[in-house]
């Protein structure tokens, strides 16, 4: 039997009132989570005032006890089905909230103990003649945010380009070696951080290649950013729309210009977040520079030359020192370099909202 729609019942249809039946709640269901929610609570609060179980015991502890009384609550009111739910729910809203946890408790540490060191003579001299016990109003940063600089700017030279142009390579020559090319990219993103630094280190430091300087420091970040750059271009890339490249085609265009005067231009934004994302990747990594780059005290600008401070060798060095100064140092560094994380996060945020619209 076949059921026609009948058109004149639209009208009708229209001026009902939008029900959500998956929406309604008993009150014994609302009790119930309330229920769920406040007596692990309780317990756990019960357990910091009256117990002597450390408190970061007592929230792995609050885990289970919640887990264990959504069950139940999720028992009572939907049966066995409900049990499941109840688990991927409180587990899902237990991430989040633990993320949100560590994020803050992060910018909270490096607010309360770097904002001690922020000053203009901070911000703008150098470590020539400090020691780690010098008093915090003497010596500053500036060598070593001038250094990381110049080390993200030579690493971003070298690989933003091959990384933009194996992306091109895997989406639009998308010849014979894609596989193994995507092969190794994938592999790159799995190297440790010290391996690229010893890399460095021992095929070219010290074969005498090259010195221990900001080049060196930029060639062991340009490893580490070159697959975070392929692999995030290729996704972009990935994403314009197959009727640019066969039209450009059909009116006579060459490959090579139609990816250079179609794809690139329409991928421009997300080649942008990919740039920002590979530099914000790389710039908060010590162990490469450690072997690399070095460490000096005074004001470098000659990337070929001398030895380098940057900031996460500075605060390396800085926090272990049993002088307060000296670690309080080490968190304005950590502060400052957290801040220009931050930036370029967020201006991949706001090129790629650009994008959408």
Known sequence: ??????????????????????????????????????????????????????????????????????????????????????????????????????????????????????????????????????????GGIAHAALGTLLIVAISALIAVPIGIATAIYITEVRGRAVPYVRFFVQSMSGVPSVVAGLFILTTLILTGAINTSAFAGGLAYAILMLPTVARTAEEVLRLVPDDLRTGALALGSTRARTVFQVVLPAAKTGIVTAIILGVARVIGETAPLLMTAGKNDATVTNPFSDPISTLPVSIFENVAQPYPDAVTRAWGSALILMVVVAILFTAARLIGRNKVK
Do not use: C
């Open 1 to 138: 039997m076949t059921t026609l729609f009948d058109p004149s019942r639209i009208p009708t249809l229209q001026q009902q009132e939008r029900t959500r039946p998956w929406s309604k709640r008993t009150k014994k269901f609302d009790v119930s989570v309330a229920l769920a929610v406040i007596v692990p609570l309780l317990i756990v609060v019960a357990m910091f005032q009256f117990s002597d179980i450390p408190d970061a015991l007592v929230m792995v502890i609050y885990l289970p006890l919640q887990l264990i009384a959504s069950g139940i609550a999720a028992y009572l009111t939907k049966g066995k089905r409900g049990i499941g739910d109840s688990l991927i729910i409180v587990n899902a809203i237990g991430a989040s909230i633990f993320s949100f946890v560590v994020i803050i408790s992060v910018i909270w540490s490096l607010l309360s103990h770097g904002i001690k060191a922020l000053s203009i003579p901070f911000l703008t001299q150098n470590s020539t003649y400090i020691s780690p016990s010098t008093p915090l109003e003497y």
